[in-house]
């Protein structure tokens, strides 16, 4: 977990494959969150299974959540209730900015505002 005051996304990066996708994009987010002085927990659904899953606390105090993902997620009933931005990996990988750029707008949103980017 990256610490730095401001604030607090998490994060959920799956691919298909369960592998290299998955964890680039973690890895690629880590760095745009330490750019922003964002704090982020980062959870990997891959092909070791879930890995750093995020607990209730987690997801509750975070600003905006950020899936990233090509597959359906374990677990995805949890974000019912949150602020989140969707993308698939390629998008994100490609053009990481304009995920970036979707979730700044998503801090001011109301709770429950959900954006799926193609």
Known sequence: MTVITGRH??????????????????????????????????ETQGALGVESELSEDDIRRADVVLLITDIELAGSERFEHTRYVKC?????????????????????????TQVILD
Request: aromatic share 6%; proline share 3%.
């Open 9 to 42: 996304l998490v994060a959920v990066t799956a691919c298909v494959s369960g592998v290299a996708h998955t964890y680039m994009a973690a890895e690629r987010l880590e760095k745009l969150c330490q750019q922003e002085r964002w704090s982020v927990n980062i």
């Open 88 to 112: 698939g990996i390629n998008a994100f990988l490609r053009d990481p900015q304009r995920v970036m750029g979707a979730v700044r707008k998503m801090l001011s949103a109301p709770q429950h």
